[in-house]
Structure formats: structure tokens, C-alpha cells
């Protein structure tokens, strides 16, 4: 029987243009969710709680992408890199050195976005553009061994103005276009845009989206 998520899995996919993916976020939805989910085809999830992450990755099929959603703590970062396959939300200096000593530890290599801050409040973590730019200029990044820095990651503000929130998508995708002329080809990844924004942000060039609560409901926190 197919179910009400397969249904909107569906909706959405046939919204995307190809070369979109699309992370299902599936933070704070228990294991049953995610398993109708990848009946009907996703592969590629997101959470955003470190000790949920695990959990999930434990249990759930061995080919799921998983992806890091959300703001990491230090002290978590040893716990969550063994499952991880990209991680969005690189929000520090320090926070990059660390995922990079630390995959060199485990002898893997990990794959990470910079979380860019532009939105108006919604979080205050991530770089700005000018923080990036310094960073980049830095060469830290061409120093990392076991860290790959596949691109950017950002959030509009969480307002109802479309035009404000299609100027956050133009300055994260302008953060892409700078990332991508110092770092080159291996930086290609423009992560941006949820349920309620994400026709805009691949309208400002994001080739990955990350779409909850149009996929398994309103969560309950
Ligand atoms: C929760 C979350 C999403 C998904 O949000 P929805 O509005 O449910 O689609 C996307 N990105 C990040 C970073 C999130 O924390």
C-alpha cells in the first residue's frame, strides 16, 4: 500500500529539476518513517541531533546516505563521523580542524559544507560572507588532510517576504561561487532551501535541498 509519504516523496521529486537532490529530513520522525521513505526510493536523510543520528544510522539500512544537518558540538563530532556522509553545518574554524583530526584518527575521509549565516535571526551560527572570504584567503582549507569541503549551506530568514527571502539565496549562492573559485571542481555542492522555501533556493542555483515536513508531517518535538 503506498503510503502517505511515498505520496509526497513523490509530489516533490516531481518538482525538481535533475540535478537537484534531495536530503530528506527526517530529524525528530522515528525509524518507521524513514523506512517508508526508503521503500518508496529516498536514499539520502538528514538529522540534526547527534545521539538520533547514531541511532538511526545503527539500525536502518547500511546503503542510507546520511547527512548532519544541524549545529554540531565538538564533543560529538568523534561520535557521529564514523556515519556520516556529508556534513552541512561546519560552522567554525575550530570545528574543521577537528572533524579533519579526527577523520585522520579513524583513517576515513569526510566530506563537509561551511554553514553560511545571512538570515535575518534563525540561527547564529555559521560564517558570514565575510568570515568566509577570510577563511578562504587564510588557505586553512588546502591544509586540511582528511576533510573535503564539497561547498556551502545556508537558510533563508524565516519570514514571508519572498523577496527577502530570495536575497539570502542569491548571498549564499554568491558564498558558493566564491568557495568554488578557491577551492575548484571538488566544490560543488549548494545546499539550500526547506518545505517552505526550497522552489526559490533552486531558483538561486541550490543543486541540494533539505525538505522535512512536507515529506513525513509536522514534527513533534
Ligand atoms: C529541520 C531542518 C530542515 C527541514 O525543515 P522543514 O521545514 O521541515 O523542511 C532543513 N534544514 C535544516 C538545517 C534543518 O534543521
Request: hydrophobic content about 40%; some cysteine; overall charge negative.
Amino acid at each position: 500500500m503506498p503510503s502517505l509519504i511515498a505520496d509526497n516523496l513523490n509530489t516533490i521529486r516531481a518538482t525538481l529539476p535533475s540535478g537537484v537532490s534531495l536530503v530528506a529530513v527526517s530529524k525528530f520522525h522515528p525509524a518507521d518513517a524513514i523506512r517508508q521513505a526508503y521503500d518508496a526510493g529516498q536514499r539520502i536523510f538528514g538529522e540534526s541531533r547527534a545521539n538520533e543520528f547514531v541511532d538511526k544510522a545503527q539500525s536502518l539500512p547500511d546503503d542510507i546516505c546520511w547527512h548532519f544537518i544541524g549545529h554540531l558540538q565538538t564533543n560529538k563530532v568523534r561520535q557521529i563521523l564514523p556515519y556520516t556522509s556529508l556534513i552541512h553545518s561546519v560552522d567554525s574554524e575550530r570545528l574543521l580542524r577537528l572533524i579533519d583530526t579526527e577523520s585522520k584518527r579513524i583513517d576515513r575521509r569526510t566530506d563537509v559544507l561551511l554553514q553560511i549565516h545571512v538570515a535575518l535571526e534563525e540561527t547564529k551560527f555559521g560564517f558570514s560572507p565575510a568570515e568566509l572570504q577570510a577563511l578562504l584567503d587564510s588557505g586553512v582549507i588546502d591544509t586540511l588532510q582528511s576533510v573535503r569541503v564539497r561547498g556551502v549551506m545556508g537558510m533563508a530568514s524565516n519570514v514571508d517576504d519572498n523577496d527577502r527571502i530570495t536575497a539570502d539565496f542569491q548571498a549564499i549562492a554568491r558564498c558558493f561561487d566564491m568557495a568554488h573559485s578557491h577551492l575548484g571542481n571538488d566544490c560543488d555542492i549548494l545546499s539550500m532551501g526547506m518545505s517552505h522555501d526550497y522552489p526559490l533556493a533552486i531558483a538561486s542555483g541550490a543543486n541540494m535541498v533539505r525538505v522535512g515536513s512536507s515529506i513525513f508531517g509536522e514534527r513533534c518535538y
